[in-house]
């Protein structure tokens, strides 16, 4: 892909192309730039990636990148065409072609997770993929435990807590070490299993939404099986920000979205559950007996547009390069994290490890742990400095700003951050 192989003789496919949009106006960056650790430095080559984007509105630093990540403009266009037809042609469409182009993009989005394409099935994005395996679990006994942590999104640690009622488990919450290391993450992990002999059934998170931690997700995961722990992988932000693939981690389910790092439209995600297990997920109780996975998710009539749009945005995530990408969101947030860590007042929540975090870290200001406190944070970076984040609560030692730089923000533009730090540290 051009985005990726700066040597002009390396020419874009078309398909790069159109996926890319502007791309054919994007000049080759230096030829040394094709190690992707130094093309994260190129300024100028990400500014033209950023020119595929619809230009922020403008006077603001945009860092609160995590909740959902803008299309490119090339993608925006074709969804909307794909919009215009369904709306055109409607059921002439929806009752018959739509079928086979689904299809399509599912094998499609099945080679981007490396997985086999009846391993997934589309959901409106990970709470529902997530919940979808917590609430489908058939495996737990009542009297057995299930586990989660502090780190864990909200909404799936609401899911595993309703267990307890749903089928007559004990639930362990666990809080996880910081600072925090490799080591000591396992360690965590190992412990409460230890003294939690009769847990069966754990939620992971492989990229913490609250602080950015990315903990050794194929180790804990060997941990927990060597118990018969069965392990529920929310990868709500690790797809598109950060490189792993499903089957290297040993996990058999796993939630996912495509709307944050993919670039998809808003309201599409994927539930994985490798093969062997679908049985182990209950069908939706609208199903009736099933092998099947689509089985397990009943979505109804769900926005078409978007899911065949995915296929756009997936050749638009790849013109760029996951590669390209996750090097890059690792240099801009070395670039304020790694800047301010070590100032005094200042806590930096991943550490520096890059196998431990990938663009998103959050800080907290020493002693100021309360909600209100991060608000205030939060706001202070705003009225001041024009810096938009946000906070996070329920993190067991102390609320915190959440910092997700785009890949098209630029290295100034977190310098410019680490000096507000510095300034509010002092305050
Ligand atoms: C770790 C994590 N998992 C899941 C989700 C939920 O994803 P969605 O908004 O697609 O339902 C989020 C959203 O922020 C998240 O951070």
């Known amino acids: 892909m051009a985005l990726q192989q700066p040597e002009p003789a390396m020419q874009m496919s078309r398909r790069a192309v159109l996926a890319a949009g502007a791309a054919a106006s994007i000049a080759a960056p230096a030829a ?6 130094v093309l994260a430095r190129d300024e100028g080559y990400w500014a033209k990636v950023g020119g595929l984007f619809d230009a922020p509105p403008p006077g603001v630093i945009q860092l609160e990148n995590g909740m959902f990540g803008a299309m490119t403009r090339a993608v925006r266009v074709a969804y909307e065409q794909k919009v215009d037809r369904i709306n ?5 469409y929806l009752r018959g072609p739509v079928n086979a182009d689904v299809q399509a993009v599912r094998a499609k989005a099945a080679r981007l ?16 993929s997530m919940l979808t395996l917590i609430g489908g679990y058939n495996r737990l006994k009542p009297g057995d435990a299930v586990l989660y ?6 909404s799936m640690q609401a899911g595993i807590r309703s267990l307890a009622k749903v089928r007559g488990v004990r639930v362990v919450k666990i809080d996880l070490p910081e600072p925090v290391s490799r080591d000591s993450l396992i360690a965590a992990y190992d412990a409460a299993l230890t003294a939690n002999p009769d847990v069966r059934l754990m939620l992971l998170t492989h990229l913490s939404h609250r602080t950015g931690l990315i903990p050794p997700v194929k180790e804990i995961t060997a941990l927990a099986r060597s118990r018969g722990v069965d392990v529920l992988l929310d990868c709500g932000h690790a797809l598109g920000q950060t490189e792993f693939a499903l089957r290297d981690l040993g996990v058999d389910f796993a939630g996912l979205n495509l709307h944050k ?4 439209p808003l309201g599409v995600g994927l539930v994985y559950i490798r093969k062997d297990r679908i049985p182990d997920i209950d069908v939706s109780i609208l199903e009736g007996p099933s092998p099947r996975i689509d089985a397990r998710i009943h979505t109804g009539t769900v926005n078409y547009a978007a899911v065949l749009a995915v296929a756009d945005a997936i ?3 790849e013109a760029i390069g996951l590669a390209n990408k996750a090097h890059r969101l690792r240099y801009l947030r070395d670039r304020w994290a790694e800047a301010v860590r070590g100032v005094p007042g200042v806590e930096v929540l991943t550490p520096n490890d890059p196998a431990l975090h990938a663009g998103i870290t959050s800080f907290r200001l020493a002693g100021r742990t309360s909600p209100a406190d991060n608000i205030a944070l939060k706001k202070a970076l705003f009225d001041r400095y024009r810096i938009f984040t946000v906070e996070r609560l329920g993190v067991a030692r102390g609320a915190c700003v959440r910092v997700s730089p785009s890949f098209v923000n630029d290295a100034a533009q977190m310098d410019k951050l680490a000096a507000a730090i510095r300034e509010l540290a002092k305050a």
């Open 315 to 317: 050749d638009a995530h």
């Open 32 to 37: 040394a730039a094709a190690d992707p650790a």
């Open 149 to 154: 942590a502090d780190l864990d999104y909200d």
């Open 261 to 264: 790092w993919i670039g998809s």
């Open 88 to 92: 055109r042609e409607t059921t002439l």
């Open 113 to 128: 997770l490396g997985v086999d394409p009846d391993e997934i099935a589309w959901t409106r994005g990970g709470t529902e």
